[in-house]
């Protein structure tokens, strides 16, 4: 993104009305989505992941957080986008939820945008690689539009088997 | 400068508790017929501190159960009454009683309040059985309340009930405060108004006056205002009623004096409490009774250390004080209250030689022994919460990491031009270490903590099921990890319960079968390599093996004549799985043997049974020594590596194709003196990729578990290490075949074996055929 676009985005925040949030954007492939800030912890790059036996596929392993052991989860497997390569370039966005780390790897890191509420437009019935309940809403800036994805929601579902709740169920 | 009481029930609850249980411990040990009176003044002094503190927190329910037990300890150290069996029972229950309602402040359990009663009846009546009450010398027998004080009970010959203080009665105290704060008033109102009635009322000169009304004791209302402000510059008086003439004026000076708390006592000074004599002319007419309660306090208002040194000589000069007391009756109050502090000088200059004050300085001493234990045990340890331990042990894990990879990095370097900084880095290896072992043993408590409860369990226990047991423990001195310590009381308390009402039989049973009379029952702790081996050991009937199969049988297991020994004594770890022919409400149902089972192994332990019909039966329980580190072996697969616990391997071997059996095909044997064991593909177990296919190419490890042996292949063994242990759950989720994760030297994960987990799930894939 250049620092054009950032300063757009920055008077779109002002002129808005209402409530406005901080999001971060990052990409899979075509598609650009936003995640709640206040749930970042850090983006670091690809470390060798230790491999754990019997998890989904999108489950990459454990890797060590400075003496943590975080799970990584490939977004892109998941949600079945993007090119599954793991290089010096491939990012790993570090979510702090509620207590709980976890990482999360992703095409690229692209900016922090803020958006108020009537930038925000509700996500239509349509068929998707995850459920739609996690999806908050569509925001559209410069005519591209951004997913606003729960990240809290989603990663905490069973969907993605991240908790032992996922395993009793 | 309000300090919340609150804060410091918890050191209240802590230490009560230590004392119960030191209590308990040395009634369990005393001898009947001849008491060691060092025992019985150590078990006085316990029932004492609770008493104080209880009082001091406003427990009063504890204080006075406490009460009655100090009464009948009381005579019965003095030898006025001759120790009895029933005296035992009695302060066992007593005990008892005081836990529960110390739980009950503490956790808000329920109290069963009849058998509170029921325990305060009986301690009364042993009490007064005792025949001969000797009304003790008047001087000579110091009441030994310190903050409780219900002072009539103070058996001072001398005098006649001290009026002022009537026992339970209500009084009306009123008090001047200092100036104080605003906020300090309302927390100091809101805090007396715990004990009674208060009504505040500005005075003249800016200062409040508290007028409270309570059935408490004025050492209670000091108690209470030390919180919030220098007792010394209270003044309170007594508006009591009650006071009817001057001829009672001795007493209540000769009361005063052991209601008083020398405790706070030490703090004052007498200058400041002097001066205030003319405030408390201004806010109160009774002025005879508040003057005797000012000389009282005056007593005590000696400030420093030459009184402590002196084991609180002020009290030596009983003589001249009354003396300044009948001077005061006679006389104006400033005077008195100024020879009342010339004669307090005086004793603290010189010592005190008169017989009385000499007797009257015995109450002081014995007060400072009753604190001594407390300040003796604060200084050789401090209280410390286990999470800042365990954060201590974390940062230390880190450490150790950290100073791995330093290791790592510094070993490539080369030796000869790097030789400095790598003589520099071994020696931080060594410091990492001592440093590590120390913050463990921090964690580290002996046995004692657990086995300590179960001396008086088994008394009960075989009293109530009429047998005769000896309890010996041996290694109570053994550390063990707080964690583990904890978590391991309940497994054992079901073994230990399990022992006396199952294996040790009655005493004809034992008779008949030519055994002594009286089981034994041994409990021992020991370390044996990287664990503690605990062991719960008695000569009784043995576990029946012919008994044992039949009624698994009979449940439905599936059992076999030829299963060996200990896969029969094994069974009785299956859930619901009881031989006893009759349930008692001891033991029997046949819940709890499943559940020891599961509590150990979730520690890390595993159990082992050993017995022989007749003869008794061993209950061994093995765990590691601390939850958080863990003696490993790292094994290599493909490009991972995974540790496998120490402790469960049995040994490492490179097979021959000669010794690896197929059946049908399929499941893989190796053959290792004389046992076929089952041959567990990690790769195939955790789907990882590695180009060393056939056992004969890699290693094969004999691992051990809840009495199963598999033989687990891998590619190469890398090397035998402490590793840290890490939960995947913390961010994770829990893995089958993982126990854990640990960091490795090179800032990369490795995955922790859970052994038993991963000897059946080899089994399943075996069964599966996964591995072909």
């Known amino acids: 993104m250049s620092a054009t676009t950032d300063t757009n985005l920055e008077t779109n925040g002002a002129e808005g009305t209402g409530h406005s949030q901080e999001y971060l954007t990052f990409v899979l492939a075509d598609e650009s989505y936003g995640i709640d800030i206040l749930k970042v912890q850090e983006i670091r790059g690809y470390d060798a992941v230790t491999k754990i036996a019997n998890t989904p596929e999108f489950i990459k392993g454990v890797v060590n957080l400075r003496g943590l052991i975080v799970p990584i989860v490939d977004l892109r497997i998941k949600f079945g986008l993007g090119n599954v390569v793991y290089d010096d370039f491939t990012v790993v966005i570090i979510l702090n939820l509620n207590g709980r780390v976890v990482g999360i790897v992703v095409d690229g890191v692209s900016d922090v945008m803020n958006l108020n509420g009537n930038q925000v437009r509700t996500v239509p019935d349509i068929v998707s690689s995850i459920d739609t309940k996690y999806i908050t809403g569509l925001a559209t800036v410069e005519d591209k539009m951004f997913i606003l994805v729960d990240i809290e929601q989603l990663m905490t579902s069973d969907e993605m088997a991240l908790m032992d709740s996922a395993v009793v169920h | 400068m309000t300090i919340d009481m609150s804060q410091f029930y918890e050191v209240f609850f802590d230490e009560s508790e230590e004392l119960l249980a030191e209590a308990e411990r040395l009634l369990l040990g005393i001898n009947i017929e001849n008491p060691d009176s060092e025992d019985l003044n150590a078990i006085f002094r316990a029932a004492h501190s609770i008493k104080g503190g209880a009082a001091t927190f406003g427990f009063m329910d504890m204080t006075e159960i406490t009460h009655v037990l100090e009464n009948l300890l009381d005579k019965i150290r003095k030898n006025e009454m001759a120790l009895t069996a029933e005296h035992v029972d009695a302060f066992l229950a007593a005990k008892d009683v005081l836990k529960m309602e110390l739980d009950g402040h503490r956790l808000a359990t329920a109290v069963d309040l009849e058998q509170v009663a029921d325990v305060k009846m009986t301690l009364k009546s042993l009490s007064e059985a005792g025949g001969v009450e000797i009304k003790p010398a008047p001087v000579a027998t110091p009441e030994p309340e310190v903050v409780v004080a219900p002072v009539v009970e103070a058996p001072v010959a001398a005098a006649p009930e001290p009026a002022a203080q009537v026992e339970g009665g209500i009084q009306i105290f009123n008090i001047a405060l200092p100036e104080i704060t605003e906020k300090d008033l309302a927390n100091l109102q809101e805090e007396l108004g715990l004990l009674g009635e208060v009504a505040s009322s500005k005075q003249e000169n800016g200062r409040y006056v508290f007028t409270l009304t309570t059935d408490s004791s004025q050492s209670d209302i000091i108690s209470i205002c030390s919180f919030i402000l220098d007792p010394n510059d209270l003044v309170i ?30 703090f004052s000074e007498e200058v400041k409490s002097t001066p205030t004599a003319p405030v408390v002319e201004e806010s109160n007419s009774d002025s005879k009774v508040k003057i005797h309660e000012e000389v009282g306090y005056g007593l005590f208002t000696k400030p420093g250390e030459e009184a402590v040194e002196e084991g609180y000589g002020f009290f030596a000069p009983f003589a001249p004080h009354k003396d300044a007391v009948k001077t005061e009756l006679i006389g104006d109050d400033t005077p008195v209250t100024a020879e009342a502090k010339a004669a307090t000088a005086e004793v603290a200059a010189s010592k005190p030689v008169t017989p009385a004050a000499a007797t009257e300085n015995k109450t002081p001493a014995r007060r400072e022994t009753d604190k001594a234990p407390a300040a003796s045990a604060e200084t050789s340890s401090i209280r410390v919460g286990v999470e800042k331990v365990d954060q201590l042990i974390n940062l230390v894990g880190e450490l150790v990491i950290t100073q791995a990879m330093i290791e790592q990095r510094v070993s490539k370097l080369d030796p000869i031009n790097n030789e400095n900084l790598i003589n520099s880095v071994s020696q931080l290896t060594r410091n990492t270490r001592d440093l590590q072992e120390s913050v463990m043993s921090i964690r580290m408590m002996p046995m004692d903590f657990v086995f300590s409860r179960f001396p008086r369990m088994v008394r009960d226990l075989a009293a109530k099921l009429g047998k005769k047991v000896e309890f010996v423990t041996v290694g109570a001195t053994t550390e063990l990890d707080k964690g583990l310590i904890e978590r391991i009381v309940d497994p054992l308390t079901h073994l230990v319960r399990n022992s006396v009402d199952h294996g040790v039989e009655s005493p004809e049973k034992r008779k008949a079968t030519g055994k002594p009379e009286t089981g034994k029952l041994t409990l021992s702790a020991a370390h044996k390599g990287g664990s503690i081996v605990i062991e719960v050991t008695d000569d009784g009937a043995g576990l029946n093996r012919d008994k044992l199969l039949a009624k698994a049988s009979a449940n439905g297991l599936q059992v076999s004549e030829s299963m060996s020994d200990t896969e029969v004594f094994n069974l009785i770890f299956a859930p619901g799985f009881s031989t006893a022919e009759v349930v008692t409400d001891v033991s029997g149902r046949g819940v709890g043997m499943d559940v020891v089972k599961r509590n150990i192994t979730s520690m890390g332990g595993t159990v082992e049974i050993r017995s022989a019909l007749g003869y008794g039966t061993t209950i061994s329980i093995a765990l590691p020594l601390t939850l958080a580190i863990l003696d490993g072996m790292s094994v290599s697969l493909g490009e991972s590596l995974y540790v496998i ?29 004389g046992e076929y064991l089952p041959i567990i593909p990690l790769y195939a177990l955790f789907k990882q990729e590695t180009e060393i296919m056939h056992p004969t190419e890699g290693v094969l490890i004999i691992i051990e578990a809840e009495g199963k042996k598999a033989a687990l292949f891998v590619d190469a063994l890398v090397g035998q290490q402490q590793v840290v242990i890490k939960s995947l759950e913390t961010n994770f989720k829990k893995i089958q075949g993982v126990s854990g994760a640990t960091i490795m030297g090179d800032g990369s994960v490795a995955l922790i074996l859970d052994v038993p987990t991963v000897i059946k799930m080899g089994q399943c894939n075996l069964k599966e055929g996964v591995y072909s």
């Open chain 2, 645 to 673: 616990p120490l402790n469960l391997i049995v040994e490492t071997m490179q097979p021959k194709m000669e010794d690896i059996k197929t059946v049908t095909n399929e499941g893989l044997m190796i053959h290792v003196r």
């Open chain 2, 237 to 266: 008086t007594l508006n009591a009623p009650a006071v009817t003439s001057a001829t009672a004026s001795a007493a209540p000076v000769a009361t005063a004096v052991p209601a008083a708390d020398p405790g706070y006592g030490l």
